[in-house]
């Protein structure tokens, strides 16, 4: 049975979609009767239909398909039964609108009645009297409120300049400050804002607030110098701040500053961060308890300047080392020769952004998603242990993988441009010589 004895036997409408589809057929086979018989069907089915949309859409259809076997008489006669029943749909979809505005019409009037009837029952005021009165206890209000800020504002600032002097007043009389170097010479003197603050950050955990004055002393040419008293404060801060360098005192208000290092280096969050703790016992005790806390280093208080400076600059040396090491494991990830990043985080990392390679459309944002960090805080995390950003490690991750590949010469370079996630060939030219400084490669055949 044909296709079309089908549809007549069954007594199944022509739609606009299967008429297209059984013309392309017949137009495919050159099938010109069983079209003619096909069309017929169609306008046949077209007269037959109540509803006017299925009608347009069918008549649409046909018009089409007569174009196709260009037959125009035909076209014109069906452009006109088209056109008129466009113009039954829109008198339709008119009629059906006008009637819902109507029928909107007489349940907003229906509402408003009820709203009157009901308002008739209370006290009421007139709006513009209302609203008068509001606007003058609002500005009473806010007169009242600029006032009493202004003078909070002028009383709170000469408390913390007395409380400041008094401080200073204190730390000078029980410190003898000394300073003769300049802190951390492993940041460099441009590591400013534009505000000509330091970029670094350096959170002092003391309670005491003239050791933490004179601490703050010795790092504010360098740092910007954050501080915080209790255990609790100083988890918040480490964990919000992620600074370049903590110094924790050992004795916080009773409790103990060991446990507070502890935590600090077992999350994955700030374990990268160096840390300094001042104990008060000296020898083999005080080396155990940093050790019991995971600190980097540690001191004796009272606590010596010029010590604090080269220990804090051989601790941004040993940063600066721990780059280079990552630079070296970076050129071979890719390799026969690949080892295993010590620093779990980082392997972490490392995977994350290895399983998208190919993924042009990966991002510092969705690194950040898999880290389950923020975007700032991963950028300054990163930065820590590998001196590159985001952004910057998954760039040279694909250089790294497209120069193993070509030196395989396992692809051409401009497929090896796609399974490294770069969108053109020609921004993956540029970006090879760059990084590599010679494009060699890129030309072997």
């Not at 330091?198 to 955990?205: D, K």
């Not at 005192?249 to 935590?263: C, K, P, S």
């Amino acid at each position: 049975m044909s296709l079309m004895g089908y549809l007549e036997t069954r007594r199944i409408p022509c739609s606009a979609e299967a008429l297209q589809v059984m013309n392309a057929v017949f137009w495919e086979n050159k099938d010109r009767e069983s079209a003619g018989k096909l069309f017929a069907k169609a306008e046949s089915d077209a007269r037959r239909l109540t509803d006017p949309a299925l009608q347009v859409q069918l008549y649409a259809s046909l018009e089409k398909c007569f174009a196709v076997w260009g037959r125009e008489d035909d076209r014109e006669r069906i452009r006109s039964a088209h056109d008129e029943a466009l113009r039954a749909w829109q008198s339709r979809e008119q009629a059906l609108s006008e009637r819902a505005l109507v029928q909107a019409r007489d349940s907003l009037a229906l509402l408003l009645s009820a709203v009157r009837e009901s308002n008739s029952r209370y006290w009421w005021v007139d709006p513009n009297t209302f609203l008068g009165l509001g606007a003058a206890v609002l500005g009473l209000f806010v007169l009242l409120a600029l006032a009493w800020a202004r003078s909070h504002r002028r009383w709170k600032h000469r408390w913390v300049r007395r409380e400041q002097e008094i401080d200073l007043e204190k730390a000078a009389a029980g410190l003898a400050l000394s300073r003769t170097e300049p802190l951390a010479a492993g940041l460099p003197d441009s590591a400013r804002h534009a505000s000509g603050q330091p970029e670094h950050i350096a959170l002092l955990i003391e309670p005491n607030r003239p050791i933490s004055l004179y601490l703050k002393s010795l790092l504010s040419d360098r740092f910007r110098v954050e501080t915080a008293a209790t255990p609790n404060e100083a988890l918040l801060r480490a964990g919000d701040l992620l600074p370049d360098l903590i110094i924790c005192d050992a004795v916080l208000n009773g409790h103990t500053g060991i446990e507070v290092v502890r935590q600090i280096k077992l999350s994955d969050r700030t374990s990268h961060i160096p840390v300094i703790l001042l104990v008060e016992n000296h020898g083999a005790e005080a080396q155990l308890d940093a050790r019991r806390a995971g600190a980097d280093t540690w001191f004796v208080r009272p606590l010596p300047d010029d010590e604090l400076h080269q220990q804090v600059e051989q601790l941004f040396q040993t940063r600066k080392q721990q780059h280079r090491l990552f630079d070296r494991h970076l050129h071979l990830y890719f390799t026969e020769w690949r080892t295993t990043v010590p620093d779990a985080f980082l392997q972490r990392v490392l995977e994350c952004v290895e399983a998208n390679l190919s993924n042009p459309d990966y991002l510092p944002e969705d690194l950040s998603r898999q880290i389950q960090l923020t975007r700032p805080h991963l950028v300054r995390k990163l930065t820590a242990l590998t001196g590159r950003d985001p952004q910057q490690l998954i760039r040279e991750m694909r250089l790294e993988k497209a120069k193993v590949l070509l030196e395989k010469r396992a692809a051409p370079p401009q497929v090896v441009a796609e399974l490294v996630g770069f969108s053109s060939p020609g921004s993956f030219t540029k970006a090879f010589r760059e990084y590599f400084g010679d494009d060699a490669l890129l030309l072997k055949k």
